[in-house]
């Protein structure tokens, strides 16, 4: 019965990360379409206050399935290699994007474009997996036995869209309980056309299953069926109350209603393909890891979810009620201290013949070695394989990054990057 509480933990850490990083990726797909900097500037703020939390759930979901269900993770992983690292690329890019652009002290768009557009292959990504997982991996023994396309089908590519009909919808929710003006009109306006694609989408994932899915659906069991049909009731009523709430008040009831329809679909999955994981027979018996390891992993990351919770819910308690954008620092300023403050704001130009063109071309090489020295490092390291690099390569490698960093620390120092009490005031 542990390898079940495994498959339990492993639900509810993707669960909750389809609840939290969907409205953060909807609002950034959202971003692409509004062409107002001010309200795309307020919706990076918005996310970039808890998007490194919410993004924690897809960690504790990939350990979790690694030490409780390895069959899974050593099926999975290297079918859907390809939409997992750019994904993974996406996540990078994302975040450089939201913490930059919440720097700057306006808005910039070429950020906000990389925010917008990491957001919308990130979602495609996981929507790519999602669906290829459910059209079935080739596997024997719990090893893949497929190629590196086939992943790729109809209804992936279904999934795909679906996917990001549904984080579009929670964003919607979000942005109309968090903000004011014209940012929750808008919010309001776009809720029901995405409740509409949302249930168009629901309804051609879930008929398009029983021909995607391999393995014969046993919808003739009392119990399954009772349980799919309870979470699909649920999903319609939720869904009914979305509709009503968008455009209305409370705000908060939009985004509720969406995660309580979000909650029920995952229910509805479970329901319809259970006890099966990875169809078309792989299922939550046979890819469980022993005994031992999974008292290990109940008691190790089920220790560590309610510290979880409690910094997730600690975000959501200090940036609750509504965003606003904090005044400008020249609001209260005098004439002199205004013209300073846009003096320490705006940088120096470079000089005249600073920063040549070939020097700049050498730096970009070098850090293009730099990246693939890294991708080589991890992979004989980690993979125990240790042909390009010993421990005398590895200290050699992590002392030159450290002498960089702190090389660029001190240059920082030396430009006044660094000068906190001229940030405090």
């Not at 022993?290 to 919770?309: A, D, W």
């Amino acid at each position: 019965m542990l390898e079940y509480a495994s498959y339990a933990l492993v639900l509810l850490a993707l669960g909750a990360y389809v609840l939290l990083d969907g409205y953060d990726l909807g609002i950034g797909i959202l971003s692409l379409f509004d062409r107002s900097d001010q309200r795309r500037k307020e919706y990076n703020e918005l996310i970039a206050t808890a998007w490194d939390a919410n993004e924690s759930w897809i960690i504790l979901a990939g350990v979790a399935l690694w030490a409780g269900l390895p069959g899974v993770y050593a099926t999975v992983l290297p079918g859907v290699y390809l939409p997992l690292i750019v994904m993974l690329l996406a996540f990078v890019l994302r975040g450089t994007a939201i913490e930059l652009q919440s720097a700057a002290p306006g808005y910039r768009r070429g950020w906000g474009l990389v925010f917008g557009i990491s957001s919308l292959v990130a979602t495609v990504c996981q929507g790519l997996v999602v669906g290829g997982v459910l059209s079935g991996l080739p596997h024997r023994g719990g090893v893949f036995t497929g190629g590196t396309w086939d992943w790729l089908t109809p209804y992936s590519v279904l999934c795909a869209l679906g996917l990001v009909a549904v984080h579009l919808l929670a964003g919607a929710a979000w942005l109309q309980d968090k903000t004011t003006g014209t940012a929750h009109e808008r919010a309001g306006r776009l809720g029901r056309p995405l409740i509409l694609a949302v249930a168009v989408a629901g309804l051609v994932l879930g008929f398009g299953l029983r021909l995607a899915d391999p393995q014969h659906l046993r919808f003739d069991q009392p119990l399954r069926a009772t349980l799919f049909g309870l979470a699909v009731a649920l999903a319609v009523v939720c869904a009914a109350i979305a509709w009503y709430g968008f455009g209305r008040r409370p705000d908060w009831r939009p985004f509720a209603a969406v995660a309580g329809t979000e909650a029920a679909g995952l229910l509805a999955l479970v329901a319809a393909t259970a006890p099966v994981v990875v169809p078309p027979d792989l299922t939550v018996h046979a890819a469980a890891s022993p005994h031992g390891s999974q008292l290990f992993l109940l008691i190790g990351v089920g220790g560590c979810i309610p510290f979880v919770l409690a910094y997730n819910i600690y975000a959501w308690w200090v940036f609750r009620g509504k965003f606003a954008q904090p005044p400008a620092p020249c609001d209260a300023a005098g004439p002199s201290d205004s013209a300073a403050a846009a003096e320490r704001a705006v940088p120096a130009a470079p000089a005249a013949g600073e920063g040549p063109w070939a020097a700049v071309a050498v730096r970009r090489v070098l850090l293009t070695l730099l990246a693939v020295a890294v991708a080589a490092v991890s992979q004989d390291v980690f993979g125990g394989v240790r042909v390009w690099i010993g421990p005398v390569g590895i200290a050699l490698f992590a002392m030159t990054a450290l002498a960089g960093w702190i090389r660029s620390d001190r240059r920082s120092a030396a430009a006044g990057e660094f000068d906190l009490r001229a940030a405090d005031k």
